[in-house]
Each structure stands twice: as C-alpha cells, then as structure tokens.
C-alpha cells in the first residue's frame, strides 16, 4: 500500500477546481509518522529477557537463558556438588554464550561434562593457554564446545560456543569441599551470584610492590570478573536455581535450618535427611546457606577421617579447642573497622552497624578500642585505641549512628591504618582487629600483602555482610591474619552471630597453634591459624604412612599446651586428596602474593598440583569438545555475555547512579538496562537498536519527498504548458 502513497491526489470539494499535488513537506511528514508507527510497532521481547542483534544487523534476537541445579551429597566433614547448568537457545541463530558465576572459595573443581542431547563429552583438564586454544579452534570448525575457567578461586567463567537454535545444551561441574564448623554448628554454603566489584583504578604513580607483577594496575583482569547487571527496577531476576542436599552427618541430627531460603525436609535416618527449597526454585540473588547441628550430648569430640589414593594416604583433621577459663581473659586492644560504600546500603548497613555497636557492648573497662570507617575515604574515631570508659563509647555510637553508605570501596587504606600498631613488643594485651564488610572488591591479592606484610602480634576477624559477600577475600584474609571468618547474611542472625563471635575473641582458647605428624608428612595450612572457644580449626595433611601419631602443641594463656591423636583412629572418607591439594595450592598463591617464593616457582608448584589431582586453577582450565562439526559452513556465530541479578538487598542506584556521576571512580559492572545486551570480549556484539528498523523508514522517506518533488514538478509544467 505505501508505494501508492506517491501518485496520490487529495481532491477539494465539488467545484474548488483541479486537483492539487501532495505537499512535499506533507509527505516528509507522513514518512516520518510512519517511521515512529513503524517502530512502535516492532515486537518487543518478553519481559526481562535478554536481547541482542541478530546476524541479519536488523531485527533483534532473544539471548540464551541460564538455569543451575545444584545437587549436594554432604558426607560427614566433605561434600561433593555437582552443578549442572542449562543454557536455552531460544533463538533461530547460531550462539555463543558466556556466564560468569560464583563458587565456594575452598572448592577443588576436578570435572566438567558437556551434554548436547544423549551425547556426552567428558572434559579434559589442560593448562590454561592450552584450552583456550581448544576452545576458540572448536568454536571457529563449528563443534560444540564448553570451557570453564577460573578468575578467582571463588569466580568462575563457562564458555559454551556453538549452541545450535532452540537448542539446549548442558554443562555439568563437579567439585568437592569441606564442612565449615563453629561451635557445634556444621554448616554448608553455595553462593548463587557474583556480586559487583568495585576495582580501584590504577594510581597516577605507581605505589606497587616491586613484587606486586601487576604494574600500576591493582586489577589487571577487571574485565573478566565484570558482568552485566540488571537493574531490577526495570527487569525481573534471571537465572532460576534449584537446591537439593542429602545430609549424611554421621551422627543423630537436631536442629536444621536456613536463614537465607525457606526449606523442605525430608528425614531420611537418624542421622540423614534430603533438604530442598520449599519455592522449587529461586533467583540466584543471595548465597544459600545450610546449618545443621547434633542431638545435644551427642557432638563428637574427634574429627580424623582419611583417604588413599595412588599409593599416598591423605588426612583430614578436625581439632577441637579445649575449654578456656574465662578467667584468663586478658586486656584487649580492638580495631572495628566498618565498611560503609555504596554496596553497603539498606539491610547490609544495617547489619553492619548493629554486628559493631555489639561489639563496642562487650568492651571492659580493661579494652581500649578505636573505630575506622570507609568508603572511597576514611576517617578514623581516635588515632590510636582510647579505653573503653562511657564517654568514650558514646563518642563510638554517635560515630556509627551516624553512617551512611556511598562511595566506592577503597579497602586498602583502611586496612593499613587497622594494622599500624605502636606497641608491636606489649605482649600483655591481644590486639585484635574486626572488619566489616561486604569485600565487594576486585583487588583481593592487594589486600592479602598488606595483611601479611603488616599483621605483626594482631589478629584479624573478617565479618562477611550481605546476601552475598566475597568469601574468597574473607576468608583468605582471615586465615592470613590468623583470625576467623563469620557471615551473617541477615538482619536476624546478627545478634547470634556477633554475641558467638565476640565471645571468643575475648578468650582465645590456643594460641601459637603447630601440627606434626610422627612418621613426616605434608600439613596445610601452614601456619595454623589460633584456636578460639568454639572455633575448630580443619587441617589436611599427605603422610606416607599411615599409623603413628599427630600431635598439636600452642599455648593457653602462659602455659604450654599439647595433645595426641591416633592415626589409627581415623574414619574413612572421602574427597580428602582433593580438598589437601586444592589446600596446598591456595597457600602456593599466598607465598606468591607475599613475596615469600618468587612467581614462577609458586607458579610450578601450583601447576604440578592442578595436573596431578586434575583441579582447576589460575593456571589450569577445562574444556570439553565435540568432535563433529554442527554449525553449517557460512552461518554466523552470535556472542552474548549472560547478565546477572543484583545481590538481594543491595540498591542499585547507590551501587551505580552515583558511581556513574564520578567519572574518576571506576564502576563495579556494566549496567544493563532490561531488553539490552553487553559485548562479549572475544566478540564485538552491537546493542540493540531502539530504533531498529529505522534506516528502511528513512529511506522510504527520502523517495516519498523525492516523489513529492518530482510530481510538484510535473504540475509546474503542466501549468506552464497550459
């Protein structure tokens, strides 16, 4: 119908006299309303989908859509998961789709399976550079292909090249990890979304460590631990997950319970029960935690389980700290330090601010303290720690009352300033240092020297805030700092949390902590951190032969304190080889980033490791081939990078909007507005077009004003002629 448009005449009324021409102005405008109408009138994905430009540069295609199942088999003090993820091509192209996503930090990932259909294909592991060469060879043939890499212990990327149209595609990892414990509570983390990381930009001068083979830059990969975010002001949560655990705890359960999701329970035995969400399934938007705790009478006292594998025999320790007096409590000297940037808005603010006022409740007059707040700044309460009389905790309260989350996370500086101690030699007080946060951060190794380099007679507790904090740093740097690590996900676990936490840093069971086995072997971690009231402390050791003793030694208060355990006591178990490996190759990375072995030999060591026990590392990835081509000869190969949800409870204008204002800071992740798309690195992908279409509209104007030019010549020319 449109092309009559140019040889239409309006006529007047009866007896006005000739028909008249068009206006050619008259058409400009008309191709203009038809171009808005046009696009208007376009098909709009569905709601909160993901969508980017198809191969024909015009119409825009729906991206690939993620969905996980975790499937948890807990076995006394390890655990093995097995993820398997779901990508949905719900387009007629062909796609290539990336995800980044998060894992426990302890996790030993040892396997990998690609599922296209009823076919299987088995993943190799391979030293980095090497896989990737893989991979990006089976995506250009046109073979289906999946590759997992690691950008840091607790963050991983998935490539899966050549998913075919309204194809789904599978890919399986599994890894092995072991049970946290505190007090008499077992507990079992999966953290479901990468929360967005503020990267410090690199400074006008170059501060770094000569160690530090960064250069200037403290992030050198921060655009492989970005992804986009949806606003979900503006789009509904992606990435559904589902959850089951079967718990084998090895002795009569009592109290099981989340406080991150609700749940289903099944009892399966006095000691087994299969746990899943009571929702089916939920956004990946905050960390799924499980806890879980004995009959009361019945807590076992010993935990030594061991494994043999190739000849080697691996062993997996748990050790108890006796019971204190708490009548050796010595004076303390406490750092609080309380993150308040703009991650930290709302609920996790709140929780922050409620764990430190705890804390400043339980001072004696004996404590001295001082408190350090930060963001993109800091500010200290007192230069140095003050005693804890009334008027000096009221001047802490007003202090932290009056916070409020913004800003970036500069961490570093905050840091420091905890560590600088003017009293390294007093001996007659613990020095003890609390830190907040939410370690939204992606400058870990930073953080982790400066621990190292500073840490001196201090001992260092990192408190996890939020629904989904960065365990790697936490934990890390509490282990650095031979401190502990507590998470409290909401507002109600504050008050049980804080009150277990600061209980025992103020009667630390044993301090000077050292294992040794009587016929030799291989212990990690290596130092051991201090043991605290309720507080076990987990270690792993490689021993070639498997009777004897192991024997830890430390101090209670002045006095020396020492006990024996049978290795012959030990239960059997599984995944122990692992969980000592992927031990050993955590502190490999620590002695690397602390100057203690020189990189290419820490490098070796975790690289030997990763090959031998067949794990994921910084320096080892897994990738998985189909060996026939499916991708047609000449059709074109869409890239997506798959957005995630923001962190439940964080505020996306705070973490976002005012970041966005600040040129000089650098943002945590690319925004992505509802019904947009970022470019994969390894493939330039346009945004789509609000205007798709529009060029056809543009065009169609252009000849209707040419054709309006052309026929208002004409009737010049008949009049002339007339």
Known sequence: MLPSLVTTRFRLPEGAGIAR?????????????????SASALPAPSSGSLVLRGPDAASPVEAPRLSTDFSVTVSGPTARTVVTQAFRNTTGSWVEGTYLYPLPEDSAVDTMKLVIGDKVIVAEIRERAAAKRIYEAAKAAGQSAALTEQERPNVFTNSVANIGPGETVLVQIEYQQTVAISGGTRSLRLPLVVAPRYNPAPPAVDLVSARDETGSDPVPDRDRITAPVLDPSLAAPVNPVGITVRLQAGFPLGTLRSATHPLHVDETGPD????????????????????????PSMEPRLGLFRETVAGRTYLLATVTPPDANAAQRQPRDVVFVIDNSGSMSGASMRQAKAGLLAGLARLTPSDRFTVIRFDDSMSQLFPEPVPAN??????????????????????????????????????????????????AIGDENRIFAAIHDGLGRSRLFMVGIGSAPNGHLMRHAAEIGRGSYTAIHTVDQVAERTRSLYAKLENPAVTDLAATLSNGGDITPNPLPDLYRGEPVVLAAEIADPTGTLTLTGRMGEAPWRTSVSLADAAEGTGISKVWARSKISEAE????????????????????????????????????????????????????????????????????????????????ALIPA?????????AVPLPQTGAGTRAQIL???????????????????RCAA
């Open 272 to 295: 087994s029960r299969r746990v899943t969400l009571a929702d089916g399934v939920v956004p990946a938007d905050r960390d799924f935690e499980l806890t879980w705790e004995p009959v």
């Open 700 to 718: 169609l104007g252009l000849v209707l004003l040419l054709g309006g030019l052309l026929t208002l010549r004409r009737v010049r020319s008949v």
């Open 390 to 439: 009334p008027e000096n905790l009221r001047a802490a309260e007003s202090f932290v009352a009056g916070l409020e989350a913004s800003g970036g996370t500069e961490m570093l500086a905050p840091l420091r300033a905890a560590l600088a101690d003017n009293h390294p030699e007093d001996r007659s007080r613990v020095r003890q240092i609390v830190f907040l946060t939410d370690g």
């Open 675 to 683: 019904q947009a798309t970022v470019p994969a690195p390894a493939q």
């Open 590 to 669: 620590t002695a690397r980033v602390t100057g203690r072995v020189m990189p290419n030999q820490a490098d070796a060591t975790i690289l030997q490791l990763a090959l031998a026990h067949k794990l994921m590392t910084r320096l080892t990835s897994l990738v998985a081939v189909d060996a026939t081509p499916r991708r047609p000869t000449g059709a074109p190969l869409v890239a997506t990078e798959l957005p995630l949800n923001l962190p439940a409870g964080w505020d996306f204008a705070k973490v976002f909007g005012e970041r966005a204002a600040q040129p000089p800071r650098e943002r945590r992740a």
């Open 21 to 37: 021409p068009v206006s050619p102005l008259f058409l400009a405008l008309l191709a203009l309303l038809i171009s808005i109408c």
